[in-house]
Nanobody, 122 residues
Framework: QVRLVESGGGLVQAGGSLRLACAAS????????MGWFRQAPGNEREFVAA????????NVADSVKGRFTISRDDAKSTVYLQMNSLEPEDTAVYYC???????????????WGQGTQVTVSS
């Protein structure tokens, strides 16, 4: 059983940056592909980015490509989401998730964190 805890959310002005972190425990972190998803009020949970178990493959949603970067540090059992040039439309609760292989559908991920709020003001 993998436990995931997100951190780094907050309030930022449009054009600003945030770095989210997701710390994992209770499993062998390097064996898991990790994903970031977000959910705004009234919307479905949507894919943001994912990285494979050994970090050789990454997938980023078109809506954030060029602005967001996913990375992982297996020594710290942590995955990061660097978010630059933030826009008000990026406002959402951001969740990290883990599974065996990289995927983009939320339903494919069995393990989830509790989420961290990101609010971008205009």
């Amino acid at each position: 059983q993998v436990r995931l805890v997100e951190s780094g959310g907050g309030l930022v002005q449009a054009g600003g940056s945030l770095r989210l972190a997701c710390a994992a425990s209770g499993g062998t972190f390097r064996r898991y592909a990790m994903g970031w998803f977000r959910q705004a009020p009234g919307n479905e949970r949507e894919f943001v980015a994912a990285i494979s178990s050994i970090g050789t493959m990454a997938n980023v949603a078109d809506s954030v490509k060029g602005r967001f970067t996913i990375s992982r540090d297996d020594a710290k059992s942590t995955v990061y989401l660097q978010m630059n040039s933030l826009e008000p439309e990026d406002t959402a609760v951001y969740y990290c998730a883990a599974r065996g292989a990289i995927a983009v559908r939320p339903n494919d991920y069995p393990y989830w964190g509790q989420g961290t709020q990101v609010t971008v003001s205009s």
